[in-house]
């Protein structure tokens, strides 16, 4: 017989599929927070905030604030900016950004996906009724 899963992996399995419904705040958070890692994780901080739309930025930045992971949503918010003002300019500026960013989200979640899941598990414990019920 398989195991169940606990509700904290429950919601975080289906914040990982980017078209999860949002309609709580928390669930809004677990999916521009994963997909905005998961990006990061892949190509690094700036190719993450180049390749996500303005609006799946704030709501990295925004979903970042609400796990309390703060030092996480400023990486984002000025690594976008600087971005921007790049404007896809990728010669020495777009290479010392990219090194810079990657240093500053590092030093956001030192433990990675480790920091992000205890901030999780840590809201989700507190807010529970932010994130919708589980389907059993």
Do not use: K
């Amino acid at each position: 017989m398989a195991e169940e899963l606990s509700a904290a992996d429950a919601i975080w399995n289906r914040s990982c599929d980017p078209d999860a419904p949002t309609t709580y705040p928390g669930d809004a958070a677990m999916v521009a927070v994963l997909l905005c890692h998961g990006m990061a994780m892949n190509g690094g901080l700036l190719h993450s905030c180049e390749a996500l739309e303005p609006d799946q930025r704030a709501a990295a930045v925004a979903g970042f604030r609400l796990l309390g992971l703060d030092a996480a949503a400023e990486a984002v918010a000025e690594v976008s900016r600087r971005a921007d003002a790049l404007a896809g300019d990728l010669g020495e500026a777009g290479e010392q950004l990219e090194e810079e960013a990657d240093r500053l989200y590092r030093a956001a979640l030192p433990e990675e996906d480790e920091t992000i899941v205890q901030a999780f598990e840590s809201h989700l414990e507190r807010h529970p009724e932010a994130y919708a019920p589980i389907a059993r």
